[in-house]
């Protein structure tokens, strides 16, 4: 089952980006690009939701409709 997870994403004075998520307590992933802050989110937020027992939190988040407009991130 496939849910959205709503990042916020900041670039840090250091050059790395930090995502982190009001929806999924806890979830906090950095990296060198968006990209790579983006895959790391995908797995911590993952691990997260599986880690938690009862399914409540599960329900809050959206469910992917027939279309979803997505921000691809593309590095040129």
Do not use: C, W
Request: glycine share 6%; aromatic share 4%; charged share 30%.
């Amino acid at each position: 089952m496939e849910r959205i997870v709503r990042l916020h994403i900041n670039k840090l004075p250091e050059g790395f980006y930090l995502a982190t998520s009001e929806q999924v307590q806890g979830l906090v992933a950095q990296g060198h690009t968006v990209s790579d802050t983006l895959a790391i989110a995908r797995d911590v937020a993952r691990k997260l939701l599986e880690a938690r027992a009862g399914r409540e939190e599960l329900e809050m988040l959206e469910s992917i409709d027939d279309s979803l407009d997505y921000p691809l991130v593309v590095e040129i």
